[in-house]
């Protein structure tokens, strides 16, 4: 992390009844600044070490945009969110469905008849662990942080970062093997029944996405 720092010294007055003003220490508050945000930085990947040595797993991995990209197109995106509510409806369940970009960004949103306004936020959350945590521990559903919290004495610790939710009901979208974004579903009593809705939308899609 590179801060850029300008230092000043007070120029001579050519009033000779000028005072010199005095000098400021701008560099002792950058310092301290960077020294918090290097301990914020290393706790975060401590714990990520963490988790992937206690689950035997792979430790993260670059973005896989590096080598792929795709973006889902907004018309699929759509079809999958309406088909996760639809199957949700079907089954009683008044759920809100929301497709995440690898951005992080909600690229659709659908609040199915009757959701309650919490559903916004759990069905995004679902999907953005997903396409964010998910991606590089190499899981594909938020179920499986929920798994891992259960089992793994270091994963809570990931669970507790910004818009991270270790509940099922996230799934991935894949194209060619690789993560191009996530659906989430929230609503259902139990997010085990929220992720079968996520998997039926996504399903319906799936032949459109070039793999």
Sequence with gaps: MIFETMSYTAKP??????KPTPRKYPLLRLTLIALSATQAIHGTSWAQTQVAA???GA????????????????????????????????????????????????QVAIRGDGASVHTLESS????????TVGVMF????????????????YAPRLATLSHVMALPGGAAF??????VAALGVGGAPGGDKDEVCTLAGIAKVASRIPN
Excluded at 63 to 86: F, G, K, N
Excluded at 138 to 151: E, H, I, M, P
């Design 54 to 56: 206690q689950s035997g």
């Design 59 to 106: 430790q993260p991995q670059p973005p896989q945009s590096a080598a792929y990209h795709y973006a889902l197109p907004v018309d699929l995106a759509v079809e999958a969110a309406t088909e996760a509510i639809r199957v949700c409806a079907e089954h009683g369940y008044q759920v809100t469905a929301t497709v995440v970009d690898m951005d992080g960004i909600a």
């Design 138 to 153: 190499n899981f594909d559903t938020s179920g499986a942080l929920f798994d891992l919290v259960k089992t793994n004495p």
């Design 174 to 179: 894949k194209s060619k093997n690789v993560t």
């Design 13 to 18: 007055s050519t009033n000779a009844g000028s």
């Design 124 to 131: 995004f959350e679902k999907a953005y662990t997903v396409v």
